[in-house]
């Protein structure tokens, strides 16, 4: 059984690997959306290449800080 076992980690690993692509991808959009209506009720009219470049810096900062462990923050000890 240590085939089956090695083989279901690699897909429950591969599965995950493509949820979290997924999710990556949605939260970009949502990031475009955001900087894009910020920007218009702000009054300015950035062209889209620094919408994208802005969402994008903010999406993978969230994305690093999400993936950060915090756990010396928390008190936690294991």
Known sequence: MGILDSFGALVSSIVAA???????V???FVTVFIVQTGAGIAGF??????VVLSAAILSTGAI????TPMTSLSGVTE
């Open 18 to 24: 493509v949820v979290m692509l997924v999710f990556a």
């Open 26 to 28: 949605l939260s970009f």
């Open 45 to 50: 009219s950035p062209s889209g290449d620094f």
């Open 64 to 67: 690093v800080a999400g993936a």
